[in-house]
């Protein structure tokens, strides 16, 4: 299936699971190598990250604690940059190696906004493990982001745990929004 209809738009295919696997497996064996000997907490950002966190755990065999949070800040394909509130952040942080998952980081607004909050808790470390970056777009360098699956060019992606106005999060596969041709008259 290389091109989708979800909602109002069309989408066509990116990056499929078979190589989003396999470069899980990848960052799963680096992560796995770095934190050797440490037992970090991975801390998922919902509701996107929840199919790569589940996939990429899977991977990991060191000693490992896991959790989840949720902020709020987009609405259909624009960023608002409105971040609201952190729920669910454990507040017992403090001398521990945070590992963050993130399904993608744009313009980074999330993520700055998160880390800030980490960081209150005076943790030992602190890394980003991203499945997606779009480099164009941040807002400002993130020295974290250690950990990134693919680059993307500015386009609205679908898939594997990320939606359009709440759908497609179940697809397997990453999808790009289909540049629309302008109508002539
Ligand atoms: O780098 P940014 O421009 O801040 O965008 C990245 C954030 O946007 C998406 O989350 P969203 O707020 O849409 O929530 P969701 O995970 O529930 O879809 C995504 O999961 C990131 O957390
Ligand atoms: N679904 C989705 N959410 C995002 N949040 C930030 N960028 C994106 C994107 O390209 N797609």
Redesign the pocket.
């Known amino acids: 299936m290389n091109n989708i209809q979800i909602d109002d738009k069309e989408f066509e295919i990116l990056i499929q699971n078979e190589n989003i696997a396999k470069r899980t497996r990848l960052i799963g064996i680096q992560i796995n190598v770095d934190y050797e000997d440490r037992c970090p907490i991975f801390i998922g950002?919902?509701?996107?990250?929840f199919l790569f966190m589940a996939d990429l755990l899977k991977e990991i065999t060191i000693s490992c604690e896991i959790g989840f949070i949720k902020?709020?800040?987009?609405e259909g394909t624009e960023?608002s940059g409105n971040i609201r509130e952190t729920f669910g952040l454990p507040n017992d942080l403090e001398n521990r190696d945070i590992i963050l998952i993130?399904?993608?980081?744009?313009?980074?607004?999330?993520?700055s906004y998160i880390l800030n909050e980490v960081y209150k808790q005076n943790p030992a470390s602190v890394k980003v493990c991203s499945l997606l970056l779009k480099p164009a777009?941040l807002k400002s360098p993130i020295n974290e982001l250690e950990y990134v699956g693919f680059e993307l060019t500015n386009e609205f992606v679908v898939g594997y745990g990320?939606?359009y106005n709440g759908l497609g999060r179940n697809l397997k596969d990453i999808y790009r929004a289909k540049s629309v041709t302008p109508q002539l008259p």
């Open positions: 950002v919902l509701n996107g990250s902020v709020s800040s987009y960023s993130e399904d993608i980081v744009d313009t980074g607004l999330t993520l777009a990320l939606d």
